[in-house]
């Protein structure tokens, strides 16, 4: 069966610190590779999205970043954090097989604090 | 920008009663998904309807979908308890070429006291 690894959960940094968060997943091949950022008591916000290695496209310009070295592997990254990307981060995938996305499914989030 | 746009952003009821919640979108949609958020953790996938469909069912969910008023219902019967979070429809946009992307409302927060 398919899963989907986020870590870490948590995480507290510094203004002007570097950020790598790693999504990983098992049991499917090429999958559709997404991040997204959610606020507090609000929707998700789609940061990037992957439809094969090396493939990202970016919805919203910002202080991240993101790559994807292998098939199943994502990576969202930042050099310098600011205070504003503090927020709860999913990490999600879903089925290449039909051309348009149907079931998408979401890693448990990370949630970032910076301070 | 956001595309689905859920109604009511909160929801209290009695367990046992019925729970809807409408989303709204602005353009055309090759489908449309519900999730369920549970407090600080990832989303779950409830149900998808595509565009060609006007009323799904998955257990105690009933999904409508009406393409002519870019709009969508879920209803919730006979709700538990357990059936409190949050309930995001997210749509996947109908332009060719290219593969859509899930784009989420900003969700309904249900409430259901026991």
């Known amino acids: 069966s398919q899963t989907i690894h986020q870590w870490p959960a948590t995480l507290v940094q510094p203004v002007g610190s570097p950020l790598s968060l790693e999504c990983t997943v098992e049991?499917?091949?090429?999958?559709?590779l997404y991040w997204y950022r959610q606020a507090a008591g609000r929707g998700l916000q789609l940061l990037f999205y992957?439809?094969?290695?090396?493939?990202i496209s970016s919805e919203v310009p910002q202080n991240l970043s993101a790559s994807r070295p292998q098939d199943r592997q994502f990576i969202l990254s930042s050099k310098k954090l600011l205070l504003s990307d503090s927020g709860f981060y999913l990490c999600?995938?879903?089925?290449?097989?039909?051309?348009?996305?149907?079931?998408?499914?979401f890693g448990q989030g990370t949630r970032l604090t910076v301070v | 920008s956001q595309q689905g746009e859920e109604d009511p952003q909160a929801l209290s009821i009695q367990e046992g009663e019925n729970a809807t919640m409408n989303c709204s979108y602005k353009?055309?949609?090759?489908?449309l998904q519900w999730y369920r958020q549970n407090s600080g953790r990832g989303l779950v996938h409830l149900i998808l309807?595509?565009?060609?469909?006007r009323e799904k069912h998955s257990g105690r969910l009933r999904v409508t979908l009406d393409t002519s008023k870019k709009s969508s219902s879920l209803l919730i019967t006979a709700s538990r308890a357990a059936d409190t979070a949050s309930y995001f429809c997210?749509?996947?946009?109908?332009?060719?070429?290219?593969?859509?992307?899930?784009?989420f409302g900003k969700g309904t927060k249900l409430s259901v006291k026991p």
């Open positions: 999600a995938w879903s089925g290449a097989s039909s051309f348009w996305v149907t079931e998408a499914f």
């Open positions: 997210a749509t996947v946009l109908n332009y060719g070429g290219s593969q859509g992307n899930l784009i």
């Open positions: 992957s439809v094969g290695i090396g493939q």
């Open positions: 353009t055309s949609i090759n489908n």
């Open positions: 309807i595509r565009s060609n469909e």
């Open positions: 049991g499917t091949s090429n999958p559709n």
